[in-house]
């Protein structure tokens, strides 16, 4: 993950020594907080990080580089890479797209070696800083040690307390840092050992892609929230968040990293380490609602077909007299293919996306902002006016961008819209790496369902149900008693302990005393 989140978005900020900090004027008006933000995402969910290394291989940068492009869906804002070249560690951190950096030929020189781990990321709280872009490296007694980390970790400030208080130095703001105090203050002997002693000690989600100057190392949580595939590429073992990673490059899936897993490649070859009692996994249902590409392959599962059977239940569900579909692109697409071949309502291109507008593009003032969605999104008037639409978008946060789509379909002359979601209301916050607002600000955690409908302007509204989402995975539904997947958001049913909620003492939303310039 990159910057530490407060569980609480209720508490007050504290600074870790001054103690209480001005949080500055409250937004006035909740409703109109698509006018303060910026992003024109506003009704996307955000997953932090993809991860990817290789060992072995003689021009590991490169191909490191190359799987980060293919992950590049999983996080935006920064990129970095590190490697070894059998002396001595060489790191490349930079702000911005993979290609803006790693595109360059001197700038794979300067990262020699046949090891390497790569990330990319978000930010979620907090700036875009250059000390939080990973993968994180210390100097350890034992060597160096490089680590990239997608997930969250649930107990990340109450164990970051705990070495502050013991006298570690913090460089940055990310609970990935956590993980490489553990494994300093480790007074095992082997590093393998020292690395494992260290994931006992947390909690939440995680997926790890780690190196030292003779190991690559990739870590799972122990219910696999988080993915992890291994490949392999020339003879060569490769780590990457998913399978796409692997296409890109030309490299053969091998299989998933296990749940609760460690596996290590070195000189001697592939040593796999359980050192977590088994127990049922629950990998992130949003995977396959959002994150993931829709050509990987997650869980053994097509991301395009679950995406495909998530539409055909909704048309199942909540069928209405149309006379086409339309998706919101891109990720609406795979779904409202499946509706239409359910439901026998054409399929339509309605929403033009744009490419190439770039987020800096936007101007901080009201007007243009309001403008934001047609910079990315355009009507194409031709397959709608005059007719009864169906919208279909994979998720609903906030709602903010849903509103403006509606707006935008009506003013090309849409005779009715009729907004579907092929995924159940999102009522709960995320805390194992997808960036979402707090529970006051999900839609559909604070509004009923005829309240959003009227608040985004459609027709009619209608989600994907709980048992709907678990019959298009194969499922026969939900059994609340042993769910199959990661599904909090819609259901509050955690599957991990949440301590940093837990804590008593006030958690600190400002981590550094240190401000950057980005």
Do not use: W
Not at 52 to 72: C, D, K, R, V
Not at 268 to 286: A, D, E, L, N, V
Not at 429 to 448: E, V
Not at 469 to 483: K, L, S, V
């Amino acid at each position: 993950m990159d910057c530490i989140q407060s569980p609480s978005d209720d508490a007050a900020q504290y600074d870790l020594d001054l103690g209480p900090i001005d949080p500055g004027p409250p937004n006035s008006d909740p409703q109109d907080s698509d006018l303060q933000d910026s992003d024109l995402e506003g009704d996307t969910l955000r997953e932090e990080c993809g991860v990817f290394g290789i060992f072995g291989h003689p021009e590991a940068a490169a191909i490191t580089a190359l799987g980060l492009h293919a992950l590049q869906h999983r996080g935006q804002e920064a990129a970095g890479i590190v490697s070894f070249d059998g002396s001595r560690f060489h790191s490349e951190r930079r702000l911005g797209l993979v290609g803006d950096t790693f595109s360059r030929r001197e700038v794979i020189e300067r990262l020699p070696g046949t090891i390497a781990v790569g990330h990319v990321r978000y930010s979620t709280t907090g700036a875009t800083i250059l000390r939080n872009v990973q993968p994180l490296f210390a100097e350890l007694n034992a060597g160096g040690f490089a680590v990239g980390h997608n997930g969250n970790l649930t107990n990340g400030l109450t164990l970051r307390r705990e070495l502050v208080r013991n006298g570690a130095m913090m460089q940055s703001t990310t609970d990935t840092e956590v993980i490489l105090h553990l494994v300093a203050q480790s007074k095992r002997n082997r590093f393998i050992d020292r690395f494992i002693e260290s994931l006992r000690a947390i909690e939440g989600a995680y997926s790890l892609v780690s190196m030292t100057n003779k190991k690559l190392i990739g870590a799972r949580d122990p219910l696999g929230i988080r993915p992890l595939v291994l490949g392999e590429l020339d003879g060569c073992p490769i780590l990457a968040s998913e399978t796409c990673a692997l296409d890109i490059i030309g490299a053969k899936y091998v299989r998933d990293v296990n749940p609760g897993e460690v596996i290590v490649f070195d000189e001697h070859g592939t040593q796999s380490h359980k050192p977590f009692p088994p127990m049922p996994p629950r990998p992130c249902i949003f995977e396959y609602i959002y994150f993931s590409r829709p050509d990987s392959i997650v869980g053994g599962r097509s991301v395009y077909d679950v995406r495909k059977a998530m539409g055909a239940e909704l048309a199942r569900e909540s069928y209405v007299e149309a006379d086409v579909v339309v998706p919101v692109p891109d990720s609406g697409v795979p779904a409202a293919i499946g509706y239409s071949r359910e439901s026998g309502v054409p399929f339509e291109l309605g929403i033009i996306r744009n490419h190439y507008v770039g987020r800096t593009f936007i101007q901080p003032t009201q007007s243009v902002r309001e403008l934001g969605v047609r910079m990315k999104h355009s009507a194409n008037r031709a397959a709608i006016e005059g007719k009864r639409i169906v919208l279909i978008d994979d998720s609903l946060v906030r709602g903010t961008t849903s509103k403006k789509i509606v707006k935008m379909m009506r003013d090309a002359g849409a005779r009715e819209v009729h907004f579907r979601i092929a995924s159940p209301p999102i009522t709960h916050p995320d805390y194992y790496g997808i960036d979402t607002p707090d529970r006051t600000g999900l839609l559909a955690a604070t509004h009923s369902l005829e309240e959003m409908r009227i608040l985004i302007g459609a027709d009619t509204l209608a989600f994907l149900s709980v048992d709907g989402i678990y019959r298009a995975m194969g499922e026969p539904g939900r059994d609340p008693a042993h769910p199959k997947f990661t599904d909090h958001c819609f259901t509050g049913d955690y599957p991990t302990p949440l301590t940093d909620m837990a804590q008593a003492e006030p958690q600190p939303r400002q981590l550094s005393l240190l401000a950057e310039a980005s």
